[in-house]
């Protein structure tokens, strides 16, 4: 899936995954990760959303990656914040650095198999609600990997979609129970926290589960 796929979706607001009141789901489920105040959580392909706002409001450090900038603009103009912006030409990313109430938040604008644990630094959770089911099944692998790498293994919520794949293409995209274990759990614990009917079908077109995954490092 090229680059160009995301920025026409953007720009034509087809953005059907993006919640304008951000993830029930997350705030139900948070504190399953056990994130002491002041912890750094990573939240790939985090586009413009609501939830970057409220893991900051829980006394988070958030870190933010995400291929098309204006999303990530308007997410700062949201949260009525004006950012530094800085460039690393050398990995072909913008950097977008706030504080809010003595936390802060870095969106990095770009290919997110650019950055690098130098880059981001120390990572201690991940929230992934739109990340690894926007892939195709090609890419998979490769993110999932990269992921595991960037934040030395951390502990995960992860939110993903079970469907029939063959009634509907992606994305989001099937990624159900046996496929989160294909790419995880030779190093996490895997455990399924809530499983919820999509209301009306997914994008009004199929009967699919929404589900929320809870991965802890193994060891």
């Not at 530094?84 to 770009?110: F, I, K, M, P």
Request: hydrophobic share 40%.
């Amino acid at each position: 899936m090229q680059a160009n796929y995301w920025h026409d979706k953007w720009e034509k607001g087809e953005i059907a995954f993006h919640q304008f009141k951000g993830s029930p789901l997350l705030k139900a489920h948070f504190t399953a990760l056990e994130l002491p105040q002041g912890s750094r959580i990573f939240v790939p392909l985090c586009g413009k959303t609501r939830d970057i706002a409220w893991l900051l409001a829980n006394d988070l450090n958030v870190v933010g990656a995400e291929l098309h900038e204006p999303a990530v603009q308007q997410l700062f103009h949201d949260m009525e914040i004006q950012p530094e912006v800085s460039q690393r030409e050398d990995l072909g990313l913008v950097h977008y650095h706030a504080t809010v109430n003595d936390r802060a938040v870095d969106v990095y604008v770009g290919d997110i198999f650019q950055l690098t644990r130098d880059l981001v630094g120390e990572i201690d959770g991940i929230y992934d609600r739109a990340a690894l089911v926007a892939l195709p099944s090609e890419v998979r692998a490769k993110y999932t990997s990269h992921i595991r790498k960037l934040s030395g293994t951390a502990p995960q919520l992860l939110i993903s979609f079970d469907y029939q794949q063959h009634l509907m293409p992606g994305p989001p995209h099937c990624v159900n129970a046996k496929e989160i274990a294909k790419h995880y759990a030779d190093d996490y614990a895997i455990q399924l926290l809530a499983s919820v009917d999509v209301e009306g079908g997914l994008k009004g077109k199929v009967p699919a589960n929404e589900e929320v995954w809870l991965l802890k490092k193994l060891g």
